[in-house]
């Protein structure tokens, strides 16, 4: 990818990633939240939205912030999400990554995502809030 200058939104919620049984139903619960995300897989129903929305006997990992890349982005781009895990990365951030059809989002721990909106920002990403 060439170097293009990016912008990305600091959501200001926290989230949680969570894992439900392969035969569950989606739930409702995850309606209360703004942004959620539902993959089903083989062996896992995950969702991804907002902790608030989670109800305390669901096996979550809490505590994400969400960077959303400003899109939509065209599917002729080749690299963003690679350009922003590489610099991730290099600071030792772990990232959980969500793509849609418009754009992307890296789910980042609230712990260091200080880091990463500095490590972003030194690489010329534009980070709002």
Known sequence: ????VLT?????????????DK???????????QFYSVTKAEDELSIVCSQDSIPGE???E???????????LDFSLIGILSSIT???????ISI?????YDTDYILVKNKDIDNAVNALS????????
């Open 1 to 4: 990818m060439s170097k293009e």
């Open 8 to 20: 990305m939104k600091l959501l200001k919620e926290k989230f949680g990633v969570c894992k439900l």
């Open 23 to 33: 035969d569950e139903l989606i739930p409702e619960w995850i309606q209360n939240s």
């Open 58 to 60: 669901i096996k979550c």
């Open 62 to 72: 809490k505590d994400w912030r969400i960077l959303k890349v400003e899109g939509p």
């Open 86 to 92: 590489t610099i991730l990365t290099e600071k030792k």
């Open 96 to 100: 959980f990554a969500i793509s849609t």
């Open 122 to 129: 030194d690489e010329k990403y534009i980070i709002t809030y």
